[in-house]
């Protein structure tokens, strides 16, 4: 392990004093960003809420981004919210996934940073006894796959927009996490096929595969479809609804309780070396030559 890992592993150690860090936590004094990347809106009838990215221009998943999504979820678990559904403001992008700028060139303890918050946001969706709905109003690659992945239900606007974990496209592979709510999803066959090919999936095709649950032609119809799944738990005792819920997805919360550190350093390492860097590189040019 190299000595700047070491180090790094030793100030998020040092900071909280246990090998389980917390989440949505800023690491490092930042400046407040006085408008908010995600907005939130209860519905006072149904006690359900409407998260919406708003992080123009594609919603892409970075350390500020994800703090403040797992400060929403522990809001919203505290107000004993009814149901979470996640959606975009965007017309065209759920979310691009991770922001790749940064792990480009960033130093290793900025990347340290960035993950363990990637963790702990990720953990704080995929437990939440909050029941979860995906409105999938735009292109979801990699990190956006995995957001929705993480709800309970997904709803997805076709036919035009595409999912999936392309992250072997870039050069870069998915982490265990990644592809165990993958399988939980599309079972390990159809996990394998599009993983190693990286495939973004037409909604279409997503839905053949399991990959969402319903297709639908319009943002207003998936929150209409959101908020008709979130209503089938209204008879069910929450607690019993939570437990069921973490039993169930137990691979993905054992693995990230007990192999936190481990995927950190993991994640770090391949995301500095020379060829991860080289094909974010590559990926980056090529998005900006498409946007120009
Ligand atoms: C090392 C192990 C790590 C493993 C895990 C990785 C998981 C990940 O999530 S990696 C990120 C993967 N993401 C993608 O492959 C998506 C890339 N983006 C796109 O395909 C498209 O942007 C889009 C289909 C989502 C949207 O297309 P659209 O035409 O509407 O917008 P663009 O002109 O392409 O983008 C606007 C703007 O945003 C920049 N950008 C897009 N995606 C990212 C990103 N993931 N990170 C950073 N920046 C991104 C893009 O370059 C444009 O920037 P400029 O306006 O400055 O040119």
Request: net charge positive.
């Amino acid at each position: 392990m190299a000595g700047i890992y070491r180090s790094t592993r030793y100030v998020l150690q040092n900071a909280f004093g246990s090998r389980s860090l917390p989440g949505a936590v800023r690491f490092y004094s930042q400046k407040p960003d006085p408008a908010p990347l995600i907005n939130v809106d209860v519905d006072s009838k149904t006690g359900v809420a409407t998260v919406t990215m708003n992080s123009p221009p594609v919603n892409t998943l970075n350390t500020p981004f994800l703090n403040e999504m797992g400060g929403v979820i522990k809001e919203l678990e505290k107000n004993k919210t009814r149901g979470l559904i996640l959606t975009s403001s965007s017309n065209s992008v759920f979310s691009a996934g991770l922001d790749i700028m940064e792990m480009y060139k960033a130093p290793r303890d900025q990347m340290a940073v960035f993950w363990t918050t990637l963790q702990n946001t990720w953990l704080s969706l995929y437990r939440t006894g909050i029941p979860t709905v995906a409105a999938i109003n735009g292109h979801a690659p990699a990190g956006g796959c995995l957001l929705a992945l993480s709800c309970e239900y997904r709803v997805m606007v076709g036919p035009k927009f595409t999912i999936g974990l392309n992250e072997t496209q870039l050069g870069i592979v998915a982490p265990p996490w990644f592809l165990i709510c993958m399988r939980e999803a599309v079972g390990p066959r159809q996990t394998e096929l599009a993983l190693t090919s990286g495939k973004m999936f037409t909604a279409t095709e997503a839905l053949n595969i399991g990959l969402v649950d319903q297709l639908v032609s319009n943002k207003e119809e998936a929150l209409a479809e959101a908020h008709k799944f979130i209503a089938r738990f209204a008879k069910i005792p929450p607690l019993a609804r939570k437990l069921t819920k973490e039993f169930t997805r137990q691979e993905g919360i054992k693995y990230m309780e007990e192999k936190m550190l481990d995927d950190l350093e993991t994640f770090v390492d391949v995301a500095s070396s020379p060829s991860a860097q080289k094909g974010m590189e590559m990926y980056l040019e090529a998005l900006k030559k498409k946007s120009t």
